[in-house]
C-alpha cells in the first residue's frame, strides 16, 4: 500500500500537461476533436476511471448553454481545445458554470493559448507542492492500518474541500 501511495504521488509529480503549442494546428471536426482530448493522459482523472470523459453529448450541451463558443462550420480550434480540457480536468471538482465562468474571465484579457499554458502551469505548480505535502504527511501512516489510512483519507478529503471552497469563492467574486 505504501508503495502504491508513493508510486501514485510519483506520477503525479512527474506529469507533463501538454501545452498549447502541441495543439493540432488544423481545426478539428467533433470526431476528431474527443479522440484528441480524450488521448491525452491526466493525474486529474478519478482513480479507476474508464470510458471517455468528454462526449459528444457533453460538448454540444456546452454549446447549447453558452458554456463555450460555438464550433466554426462544425470545427473547433484552439480556443476549444483549451476550453474543454480544462473542463475535462475539473468537472469533477468545480461545475461547469464555475468553469465557465472562469474561462469567460480568462477570454477577457489574453488569447486562449496564453491562458491555458498560463493555468495549467500554475495547476502543476500546486500539485507537485501538495505531492510532497502529501508524501511527507503519508511517511507517517501505518497505511497497514485501516483507521489511520480512514483518518489520512478524511484529512485529505477535508484539505481538498477547502480547496473547492476557496476556487469557488475565487470564481464568484467574493463571499
Sequence with gaps: MK????????RVESFLPDRSDSFPEMTLYMEQLLGWINGRSTPFEPIGASGDLLTSNMVNNYVKDKLIKPPINRRYGTHHLAALSIFRML???????????AIDSLDT???SDVWYDSVVSGMMTQ?????????????????DSAEE?????????GA????????????????
Aim: with cysteine; proline share 0%; aromatic share 4%.
Design 91 to 101: 468537472k469533477q471538482v468545480l461545475s461547469v458554470g464555475d468553469i465557465s465562468a
Design 149 to 157: 489510512r480512514a483518518k489520512a483519507a478524511l484529512e485529505f478529503a
Design 160 to 175: 481538498a474541500r477547502l480547496f473547492q471552497s476557496l476556487a469557488v469563492l475565487l470564481i464568484e467574486g467574493g463571499a
Design 109 to 111: 484579457v489574453s488569447e
Design 127 to 143: 500539485m507537485i507542492e501538495l505531492c510532497r505535502t502529501a508524501a511527507s504527511r503519508c511517511e507517517g501512516v501505518d497505511l
Design 3 to 10: 508503495s502504491d501511495v508513493a508510486d501514485y504521488l510519483r
